[in-house]
Structure formats: structure tokens, C-alpha cells
């Protein structure tokens, strides 16, 4: 069980916005800056979002996330086919004294 | 452009050492501002964290598994490497190399492709 809760899968359909969320503890998301990673089947984990919300160069500003207490959460808008992939949180936690991931969510383009 | 490539051997016997290495290019290892991990995902299952150090040495290691992993640098071959000792079916995983910034460590900018590793006789 992570540290990290995120719901197991998402859906869209094309052009629609969807959110994907995490759930943690004053330990990281609480006290930390949230990262998201999009990991497609055969290849590396991409890293999405950083340091909460700022995106590293070429990731399109369709995706977009937010931090609120123990909670985050990853919006993708104008949602496209090559957006279906699997989607992590990650978190430096404080107790642990470790990364931790959420256990990611699975994103089904309809 | 940094690449991160892993290497070793594909299949371990049970409870037998794991050992891959991590060779670093376009960049080097001992930049005072990352870390370098190890990443793991298991068939059919999500990212797991094993550890990871600086180029000084210093290390620190998922707690499930830190009786188990020893992480190693070595500057002068840009390498940095894992070693996961008493392996059994449940390490069968494809691991990752990856560089973190040092000021957030969850932040994983570059990744190796991978290399699926099998635990069996």
C-alpha cells in the first residue's frame, strides 16, 4: 500500500479535462513540493510537473497541477490520445526519510 | 544531453546478489546540485524508490529494503551502482537509473531506459 494515494484509473474522452488526484500526509505532501511523472509502456517515467506546479521545458501547458494541505492533484486539459499512460505522484517524506511514489493511475483515453 | 544507461546481468538466481551499474554521460556524477537513485517497478505493479546517494558517498535507502541495498559511486567512470543482495522472485523488476535534484530528491529529472531484471533459477 503507498504512502501516496491516487485512484487506480481516470478517464476522457478527446478534448475533455480530467484530473487525477494524490493524497498524502503532513509528512510530504503537507511539507513538501509535489512531482508527477507520465510513464508510458516500454519507456522512462517522464517527469511531468515539478516542484508543486512548473513544468519542465517541452511538457505543454495542457497539463497543469495544484497542492492544497495533503492533497494534489494533475489536470490535463484538451486531453489527447497520447496522453493515455500511467501517472505517478512522488514525494519526499519527512518520516521516512525516502521518496515515495503514489501508486499510480492509469489514464484510458476513450 | 545527460544520458543514463543501465547495465548488468538480466537474470539472478534466488538469494543470489543483484548488481547493475548506471553509466553517466553528458554530465558529471560529482555536480554538487543531484543525487542519483535507483527506481524499481515490479511486473504488473507501480514505481518504488530503492535508494539513492551523492557523489560524496553518502546514501541513504528505502527502509523496506535497506538491509538488503547498497548503492556505490564510482567518479572516475561517471558509474554509480546497486547491489540487492538475497534476491528472491518478488525483486523481478524493471530498474531504473535516474538523476534528483538535490533539493528535492523526488524531483527525477533524467531517467535510464531500464533494464528488466529477473530473479530465477
Known amino acids: 500500500q503507498s504512502v501516496l494515494t491516487q485512484p487506480p484509473s481516470a478517464s476522457g474522452t478527446p478534448g475533455q479535462r480530467v484530473t487525477i488526484s494524490c493524497s498524502g500526509s503532513s509528512s510530504n505532501i503537507g511539507s513538501n513540493a509535489v512531482n508527477w511523472y507520465q510513464h508510458l509502456p516500454g519507456t522512462a517515467p517522464k517527469l511531468l510537473i515539478y516542484?508543486?506546479?512548473q513544468r519542465p521545458s517541452g511538457v505543454p501547458d495542457r497539463f497543469s497541477a495544484s497542492k492544497s494541505g495533503t492533497s494534489a492533484s494533475l489536470a490535463i486539459s484538451g486531453l489527447q490520445s497520447e496522453d493515455e499512460a500511467d501517472y505517478y505522484c512522488a514525494e519526499w517524506d519527512d518520516s521516512l526519510n525516502g521518496v515515495v511514489f503514489g501508486g499510480g493511475t492509469k489514464l484510458t483515453v476513450l | 544531453q545527460l544520458q543514463l544507461q543501465e547495465s548488468g546481468p538480466r537474470l539472478v538466481k534466488p538469494s543470489e546478489t543483484l548488481s547493475l551499474t548506471c553509466t553517466v554521460s553528458?554530465?558529471?556524477?560529482?555536480?554538487?546540485?543531484?543525487?542519483w537513485g535507483w527506481i524499481r517497478q515490479p511486473p504488473g505493479k507501480g514505481l518504488e524508490w530503492i535508494g539513492s546517494?551523492?557523489?560524496?558517498?553518502?546514501?541513504y535507502y528505502n527502509p523496506s529494503l535497506k538491509s538488503r541495498v547498497t548503492i556505490s559511486v564510482d567518479t572516475s567512470k561517471n558509474q554509480f551502482s546497486l547491489r540487492l543482495s538475497s534476491v528472491t522472485a518478488a525483486d523481478t523488476a524493471v530498474y531504473y537509473c535516474?538523476?534528483?535534484?538535490?533539493?528535492?530528491?523526488?524531483?527525477?529529472?533524467?531517467w535510464g531506459q531500464g533494464t528488466l531484471v529477473t530473479v530465477s533459477s
Open positions: 546517494m551523492y557523489y560524496s558517498g553518502s546514501t
Open positions: 516542484s508543486n506546479n
Open positions: 553528458g554530465g558529471s556524477i560529482t555536480s554538487s546540485s543531484y543525487y
Open positions: 535516474a538523476r534528483q535534484y538535490y533539493y528535492d530528491p523526488s524531483g527525477l529529472e533524467y
